[in-house]
């Protein structure tokens, strides 16, 4: 997810933090989630957010 990601994305960043919310969306939905990072789940919400801010500001007219 990340690879194809990177280069079609404005950013760098945006793609690595798909990635990283893309494996930690994976580990859990087969039931893997203990296998993942504590830091890892804290960074994927991060990123999360990252990307909530945008259309969230879209729909309060803040942006």
Do not use: C, Q
Not at 19 to 25: P, Q
């Amino acid at each position: 997810m990340m690879v194809p990601n990177v280069p079609s994305d404005t950013s760098i960043a945006t793609g690595i933090g798909a990635g990283f919310v893309t494996f930690v969306l994976i580990k859990g939905v087969k039931g893997k989630a203990r296998e993942v990072h504590p830091l890892m789940w804290t960074v994927a919400g991060l990123f999360v957010v990252y990307f909530a801010l945008g259309p969230i500001k879209v729909l309060l007219n803040l942006g």
